[in-house]
């Protein structure tokens, strides 16, 4: 019971994340909220592994953090520098 409240809170706090990525002032939030998205996706999927009992799906959801943490990072590169790679 309790991780299916996390799970819709959580769900929820995505939802606004959504509101910062349509309408952020700037482009480092729009960042940040999609980050947050991702991060969120992620702990929503170690729920419903925990749930179901398919511990596969939590190496799925640290997979789908680890490609977002670099993707974050590819894009903030690229917006400083203008460049990805050295």
């Given at each position: 019971m309790?991780?299916?409240?996390?799970?819709v809170?959580?769900?929820?706090?995505?939802f606004?994340?959504?509101?910062?990525?349509?309408?952020?002032?700037?482009?480092p939030?729009r960042?940040?909220a999609v980050?947050?998205?991702?991060?969120?996706t992620?702990?929503?999927?170690?729920?419903?592994a925990?749930q179901?009992?398919?511990?596969?799906?939590?190496?799925?959801?640290?997979?789908y953090a680890m490609?977002?943490?670099l993707?974050?990072?590819?894009?903030s590169?690229?917006l400083?520098?203008?460049?990805i790679?050295?």
């Amino acid at each position: 019971m309790t991780l299916t409240i996390t799970g819709v809170i959580l769900g929820f706090a995505a939802f606004i994340c959504l509101y910062r990525v349509a309408k952020g002032p700037t482009l480092p939030d729009r960042i940040m909220a999609v980050n947050i998205i991702g991060t969120t996706t992620a702990v929503l999927l170690v729920i419903i592994a925990t749930q179901i009992g398919q511990p596969y799906i939590i190496d799925i959801a640290l997979t789908y953090a680890m490609l977002g943490f670099l993707v974050t990072l590819c894009v903030s590169r690229y917006l400083t520098t203008g460049r990805i790679f050295s």
